[in-house]
Nanobody
Framework: QVQLVESGGGLVQAGGSLRLSCAAS????????MTWYRQAPGKQRELVAT???????TYTDSVKDRFTISRDDAKNTVYLQMNTLKPEDTAIYYC??????????????WGQGTQVTVSS
């Protein structure tokens, strides 16, 4: 079983920055794509950014040029650097990962979420 734990959320003023982290632990062999999602109150969960095992990244349009996703495979961790935050970025941010466990079985795991609140 592979667990994901997010950290780094909090309250920040508009224009500020936060860095989210998501660490994987457990019976982990390798991770493929790692993704950040977010869900604002009353809205559907949306994909924010993805990084592949080769380091290729994609972003939803609303965060391009403000957010940066990265990964450190030695630490089994994915990051989301969020700059120039806006009130509309307020949401619970979730980490999602797919990969193989040590028994070479495919896994899909979600973190518990971390709250990001941006005040105007």
């Amino acid at each position: 079983q592979v667990q994901l734990v997010e950290s780094g959320g909090g309250l920040v003023q508009a224009g500020g920055s936060l860095r989210l982290s998501c660490a994987a632990s457990g019976s982990l062999f390798s991770m493929n794509e790692m993704t950040w999602y977010r869900q604002a109150p009353g809205k559907q969960r949306e994909l924010v950014a993805t990084v592949t095992s080769r380091g290729m990244t994609t972003y939803t349009d609303s965060v391009k040029d403000r957010f940066t996703i990265s990964r450190d495979d030695a630490k089994n961790t994915v990051y989301l650097q969020m700059n120039t935050l806006k009130p509309e970025d307020t949401a619970i941010y979730y980490c999602y990962a797919e990969g193989l466990d040590k028994a070479f079985r495919a896994f899909r795991s979600w973190g518990q979420g971390t709250q990001v609140t941006v005040s105007s």
